[in-house]
C-alpha cells in the first residue's frame, strides 16, 4: 500500500483553530517534500503551504501566512498543518500532496505524486 491520507478537519466558528494531519502508508513521508492544497467551493485548487523533504524549509501563501503553521513528525510519519484564526474564507476541502522530487513551483498541483483524498474544513458563525 503506497499512499497518504489526510485527517482533522471540522466545523469552527471564527478565530477558532484545527490541526490538519497528512500520514503515509508503505513509504517514509519524510522523504517527500509535502505541499497541503484546498479547495473552495465552486473553485479549484489552490496551494497554501509547502515543506521540504526534512522539514527544513516552509513556504505559505500571503493569505495563510501568520496563521498557518506546517510541521513533520517523522516518528509517526506525518506532516501537520495548525490552523489558527480560522476565517469563513478558509472553508473547503483540504488535501495533503507529496511529491518525492521537488522541481517547479510548489503551488503547481501537477508536480505531486500522492495526493490525500481530502478532509472537509468550515468555518462559519
Known amino acids: 500500500q503506497l499512499q497518504i491520507e489526510d485527517s482533522g478537519g471540522g466545523s469552527v466558528h471564527p478565530g477558532g483553530s484545527l490541526r490538519l494531519s497528512c500520514e503515509a502508508s508503505?513509504?517514509?513521508?519524510?522523504?517527500?517534500?509535502v505541499a497541503w492544497f484546498r479547495q473552495a467551493p465552486g473553485k479549484g485548487q489552490q496551494g497554501i503551504s509547502w515543506?521540504?523533504?526534512?522539514?527544513?524549509?516552509?513556504e505559505y501563501i500571503k493569505a495563510v501566512k501568520g496563521r498557518f503553521t506546517i510541521s513533520r513528525d517523522t516518528a509517526k510519519n506525518k506532516v501537520y498543518l495548525q490552523m489558527n484564526g480560522l476565517k469563513p474564507e478558509d472553508t473547503g476541502v483540504y488535501h495533503c500532496?507529496?511529491?518525492?522530487?521537488?522541481?517547479?513551483?510548489?503551488?503547481?498541483?501537477?508536480?505531486?505524486?500522492?495526493w490525500g483524498q481530502g478532509t472537509q474544513v468550515t468555518v462559519s458563525s
Open positions: 515543506i521540504s523533504s526534512g522539514g527544513g524549509r516552509t
Open positions: 500532496a507529496a511529491d518525492r522530487d521537488p522541481r517547479g513551483h510548489w503551488e503547481h498541483q501537477w508536480e505531486y505524486d500522492f
Open positions: 508503505g513509504f517514509s513521508l519524510d522523504d517527500y517534500a
